[in-house]
């Protein structure tokens, strides 16, 4: 009866503590999809998630680097994808509406500027 009662406590603590992990998300939350031309590399991606997590109203979010873009989930209360996208345009990352801060470009990784003639520097990543 006595390992009864321990492998039903064991359980009861187990699935409390799961249950405890998954994060709820807010009741305005929405996803928005960022295409992010200027994506070279993974040097970058520094720069795109210190950006998203200082911005306001983001919660959560997943680079996709074969299409070059992040899936952002957001509180719509607080943040709007345009706002994002600005965000990280004025962090130097060049997105699909707004060209890159010229000053914030000369901050990133060499292999993420773009040369003098407006191409980009071929990665060697």
Known sequence: MKKI???LFLTVILCSSVSAQKKK????AQTAKINLPGWCCNS???TI????A?????VSWTL??????????????????DKIEKALSEN???????????R?????PKCCQPSNRGENVQCGH
């Open 44 to 46: 970058l991606n520094p």
């Open 5 to 7: 009662a321990f492998f």
């Open 64 to 81: 996709d680097k074969e299409h070059k873009c992040v899936a952002v989930v957001y509180r719509s209360k607080k943040t709007t994808p």
């Open 92 to 102: 130097g990352v060049l997105t699909e509406h707004y060209k890159a801060n010229p």
């Open 54 to 58: 200082y911005e306001r109203g983001v």
């Open 49 to 52: 998630e210190n950006t998203l």
């Open 25 to 28: 998300l807010p009741a305005d």
């Open 104 to 108: 914030a470009v000369k901050d990133l």
